[in-house]
T-cell receptor, first 114, second 113 residues
Framework: SAVISQKPSRDICQRGTSLTIQCQVD?????MFWYRQQPGQSLTLIAT?????????ESGFVIDKFPISRPNLTFSTLTVSNMSPEDSSIYLC???????????FGPGTRLTVT | AQKITQTQPGMFVQEKEAVTLDCTYD???????LFWYKQPSSGEMIFLIY??????QNATEGRYSLNFQKARKSANLVISASQLGDSAMYFC??????????FGTGTRLQVFP
């Protein structure tokens, strides 16, 4: 397993601004992902954070809106840019160890955009 | 394309009783993983149990067991001896293509005394 922390745990932001969310893991992991959970909905994958290269985005998500960094095997950031109220969600990072095995989530960042 | 279906929006169970949460999946992949997560009101996603597509025996973790029926493409979660603290949303998920997860819509479980 892995211990995962996220900062901030929650934030209230004004529309048009940007927020960067950090995800820190206590051990080196192969895979890191970012998910979004809109109110009352299930989780949707935003992108795979690739170490040392550009993230791989899922359909409907673009780098200009959700830039992602992963400078090493234990840390990643997700930025939500030019926010609108529709971006109000819980954002979660997750880590995997390769091979379709167990995957663990961070505690999430609860974002409200006013 | 991969798909996860949870047909029970909500379930009620009495404390100390067992409950089954349903999950069916669709995939053309031969190798995949099936997961169950618990999400309390705090929003965190708590990993409960994992079943690999090639595992012949059903996975068990304490009071949780996964009833894996590959031919029927079902992966139901069984919670034995329910506790009040089990009240939460439960999500079934499937991994594909280097650990990406696709989630079902979830089942809200409420345990009453």
């Amino acid at each position: 397993s892995a211990v995962i922390s996220q900062k901030p745990s929650r934030d209230i932001c004004q529309r048009g601004t940007s927020l960067t969310i950090q995800c820190q893991v206590d051990s080196q992991v192969t895979m890191m992902f970012w998910y979004r959970q809109q109110p009352g909905q299930s989780l949707t994958l935003i992108a795979t954070a690739n170490q040392g290269s550009e993230a791989t985005y899922e359909s409907g998500f673009v780098i200009d809106k959700f830039p992602i960094s992963r400078p090493n095997l234990t840390f990643s950031t997700l930025t939500v840019s030019n926010m609108s109220p529709e971006d109000s969600s819980i954002y979660l990072c997750s880590v995997g160890f390769g091979g379709l095995y167990e995957q663990y989530f961070g505690p999430g960042t609860r974002l409200t955009v006013t | 394309a991969q798909k996860i279906t949870q047909t029970q929006p909500g379930m009620f169970v009495q404390e100390k009783e067992a409950v089954t949460l349903d999950c069916t999946y669709d995939t053309s992949d031969q190798s995949y993983g099936l997961f169950w997560y618990k999400q309390p009101s705090s929003g965190e996603m708590i990993f409960l149990i994992y079943q690999g597509s090639y595992d012949e025996q059903n996975a068990t973790e304490g009071r949780y067991s996964l009833n894996f029926q590959k031919a029927r493409k079902s992966a139901n979660l069984v919670i034995s001896a329910s506790q009040l603290g089990d009240s939460a949303m439960y999500f079934c998920a499937m991994s594909y293509n280097t650990d990406k997860l696709i989630f079902g819509t979830g089942t809200r479980l409420q345990v009453f005394p």
